[in-house]
């Protein structure tokens, strides 16, 4: 567990009765004689604070502040200071010191500063990370569309793992972006300058897999007549997504977990390895802990692909999403095919919101482009009968104008793409209750910017 308050004092007995009264208050408290160990603790990301006295024999408290805010200004820093030592207190205060304390010090009063010390770390670390989130959000490229509340939590995995040093493995019915997300995942890191390299699993046949993936040297088999280089090599230093893992045979599943271990991969015909720096993201439309269960997949490669797991929702379970994703899909067919896109009547809505989507996102998308490109008239005829019987029997009056208003506020906010002051102006509504309505559907302005988003 990382200490939430780490105790400077060269003093032993003081730094074991500090830390007895932080975990009396259930604070986890770290003593250290040793201000240089301490350094090497601390990060931009480290979640605690640190308490120091100013006189200790090796560094002077003024100098492991300097040293502290170096690594990240942030971190508040108390002082300790010996009694009547003002203008110490002052200089360390002019010098970013959170706060200072006389010793001999009261207990509560040092657990008071540190507790709103505390907080104001919470708090910066939280504002970093929102911050650090509308940044990605915001940039050009790809973005996960969506706001019913399992997007927002996928949205929210994913930038907590973003730059973490660990393989993924994407679970999803087909159609559902996870393509996509790999992507975003890859274009979001610190891996975004190397390659993203993508190869199906199933689409290739499987005496040629094992080829495909660690490579060749010339002459490994008959027909290798040159060296050739694999995906994973191709791939170092960025992404290898692996899609439709579940068809890998069992034989090279071992060599599979092998280079995962090892992070080195030798090709065929070569006794030479090749150091690996990738994250490797694998897709599966199928559950991977049944099937190694059924022996049909080994269930040491699952544990090791799975230690980020991802699920994607289906299209049918997040209804909210349907007209976010329609209008951006149909209004980057419009800007591609020099077509206009013309808003969904409250019927052609209702039609989307009872159909099934077995093909999910990538069947919305092709409807949205064939919407544009052959018009409503053909598009929503050619769906099921039963789709066309409306939602009088599902949906109370009060339901089916909710999604009315709700669908009307996302059309003007997507042809406007977002552009608050011209949705007031189409819909006639006051700031504060546009903002309101908005609130109320979970609508932000960032859904509807113009990005460069694409299904699985």
């Not at 002051?421 to 006051?430: C, D, F, H, N, S």
Request: glycine share 6%.
């Amino acid at each position: 567990m990382t200490a939430q308050v780490i105790f400077i004092d060269d003093e032993q007995d003081i730094g074991l009765a500090v830390s007895q009264l932080f975990r009396l208050e259930s604070i986890d408290c770290q003593h250290s004689t040793n201000p240089g160990a301490v350094l090497k603790q601390l990060s931009p990301s480290w979640p605690g604070i640190i308490i120091t006295d100013i006189h200790m024999p090796a560094i002077n408290g003024l100098e492991l502040m300097e040293k502290i805010h170096q690594i990240d200004a942030e971190i508040p820093v108390v002082v300790l200071t010996g009694y009547g030592a003002v203008s110490l207190a002052v200089k360390a205060m002019r010098q970013g010191a959170y706060d200072f304390l006389e010793k001999p010090f009261d207990n509560d009063h040092l657990l008071e500063v540190a507790q709103r010390a505390m907080e104001k770390r919470r708090l910066v670390l939280e504002n970093r990370e929102l911050k650090a989130q509308v940044a990605r959000q915001q940039q050009p490229g790809l973005r996960i569309l969506g706001q019913s509340k399992v997007m927002q939590q996928l949205r929210r995995t994913l930038d907590a793992v973003v730059d973490a040093p660990a393989d993924v493995l994407i679970f999803g019915e087909t159609g559902c972006g996870k393509e996509l997300v790999a992507r975003y995942l890859h274009e979001q890191s610190c891996r975004r300058e190397h390659n993203f390299v993508a190869i199906n699993c199933g689409a290739i046949p499987e005496h040629l897999i094992e080829s495909e993936l660690f490579g060749t040297e010339a002459g490994a088999f008959t027909g290798a007549d040159k060296k050739r280089i694999g995906k994973f090599e191709f791939a170092n230093g960025g992404t290898l997504f692996l899609d439709e893992i579940e068809s890998t045979p069992l034989s090279l599943q071992v060599k599979l977990l092998r280079v995962l271990e090892e992070r080195k991969v030798t090709r065929l015909g070569s006794n030479q390895t090749i150091d690996l720096d990738i994250r490797v993201v694998a897709a599966t439309k199928t559950d991977l802990r049944q099937l190694s269960e059924h022996g049909q997949f080994r269930a040491d490669l699952y544990y090791r692909l799975s230690l980020v797991e991802l699920s994607l929702p289906p299209l049918r379970q997040r209804p909210d999403d349907l007209m976010i994703l329609f209008s951006h899909f149909a209004q980057v067919a419009a800007a591609r095919f020099h077509k206009e896109y013309q808003p969904l009547s409250i019927q052609q809505i209702q039609q989307l919101q009872q159909h099934q989507w077995p093909g999910n996102v990538r069947e919305l998308r092709n409807m949205a482009e064939r919407y544009v490109l052959l018009g409503p008239a053909i598009v929503f005829n050619e769906q099921p009968a039963a789709a066309e019987q409306g939602l009088a029997g599902s949906m109370s009056l009060q339901q089916r104008l909710e999604s009315y208003e709700k669908a009307l506020l996302e059309d003007a906010l997507s042809q406007h793409r977002g552009a608050i002051k011209a949705v007031m102006a189409e819909l006639g509504l006051p700031r504060k209750t546009l903002y309101d309505k908005m609130a109320r559907y979970q609508l932000t302005r960032r859904d509807f910017l113009g990005t460069d988003d694409s299904a699985d």
